[in-house]
């Protein structure tokens, strides 16, 4: 029994370096967002939403898109962490705002959603790879940019080590 403890715990521990290594490698070069993009539009919801408006709190900016299956397991997350803390989503050629509002309400999602729908913000800021978390500090100057999925207590950890 304690031999297949252990093989089971080393094998956990593979995994997870691996996974780590994984995202470290796809991890973009900040430069192409080391500061925070000047978002200012309409989100699908219809409301006008500009990004250097906000609270001098951490912020963070998620882009996604229906068709990710990975996208669609971690926004239950972002949903959770947009209730108390500052989270726009950016969904990257997903189709018309009402189907990106559908999508959302048969998930029982709530959360600010810019439609870019072209691929415009994702391409100038170089983002390729879904779904790609960005977590700016007050100052809007980038401090976490991960590719992949983020549980709700990662993101809040990184969002404690930079409040």
């Known amino acids: 029994m304690k031999r297949w403890l252990r093989e089971i715990l080393i094998g956990l521990v593979l995994i997870f370096l691996i996974s780590l290594l994984l995202n470290t490698y796809r991890t973009y070069d900040k430069k192409s967002f080391d500061t ?7 989100l699908i919801d219809g409301s006008y939403y500009n990004i250097h408006q906000l609270d001098n709190k951490p912020i963070i900016v998620h882009f996604w898109a229906t068709w990710c299956r990975v996208c669609r397991t ?5 949903a959770k962490l ?3 803390h500052q989270v726009i989503t950016i969904a990257v050629a997903s189709g018309t705002d009402k189907e990106l509002v559908d999508f ?4 029982d999602i709530d959360l ?4 870019d729908n072209d691929s415009t913000i994702a391409h100038k800021m170089g983002i390729e790879m879904y779904p790609t978390t960005l977590i700016y500090d007050s100052q809007k100057s980038l401090r976490f940019a991960e590719v ?10 990184r969002l404690k ?3």
Request: hydrophobic residues 40%.
């Open 74 to 78: 971690e926004i239950d997350n972002l």
């Open 82 to 84: 947009s209730k108390t």
């Open 148 to 157: 992949g999925y983020r549980t709700t207590a990662g993101l809040k950890a």
């Open 161 to 163: 080590l930079i409040e």
């Open 112 to 115: 600010l959603v810019y439609n």
């Open 104 to 107: 959302l309400e048969s998930l």
């Open 36 to 42: 925070i993009p000047n978002l200012q539009a309409r």
